[in-house]
Nanobody, 125 residues
Framework: QVQLVESGGGLVQAGGSLRLSCAVSGRTFSMYVMGWFRQAPGKEREFVAHVMWSGGSTNYADSVKGRFTISTDNAKNTVYLQMNSLKPEDTAVYYC??????????????????WGQGTQVSVSS
């Protein structure tokens, strides 16, 4: 079993920055693929970023490319999402997710087995 706990959300003005954290515990985490997703009110959950613990390979949604950075700290069993140049359209609940393997389907929520409780990010204009 894997447990994921997000933190770091909050209210920020447009152009500001936030760093989200996802603390991972339970089974050996090094085998897992980690992803960040977000869900705005009335919308479907959407892919934000993805990273492989082992090799560090990353992928981003086009809407956040160049502004967001996903990273891992193996010593702390933590995944981060650094969010810069935030826009009002980034407002959503952000979720951390884990999976043993997603292959090329890393953008699809159904490929992830474990989810955190979510953290709210609100960006004012």
């Amino acid at each position: 079993q894997v447990q994921l706990v997000e933190s770091g959300g909050g209210l920020v003005q447009a152009g500001g920055s936030l760093r989200l954290s996802c603390a991972v515990s339970g089974r050996t985490f090094s085998m897992y693929v980690m992803g960040w997703f977000r869900q705005a009110p009335g919308k479907e959950r959407e892919f934000v970023a993805h990273v492989m613990w082992s090799g560090g390979s990353t992928n981003y949604a086009d809407s956040v490319k160049g502004r967001f950075t996903i990273s891992t700290d193996n010593a702390k069993n933590t995944v981060y999402l650094q969010m810069n140049s935030l826009k009002p359209e980034d407002t959503a609940v952000y979720y951390c997710a884990a999976s043993e393997w997603v292959g090329s389907d890393y953008r699809f929520p159904y490929k992830y087995n474990y989810w955190g409780q979510g953290t709210q990010v609100s960006v004012s204009s």
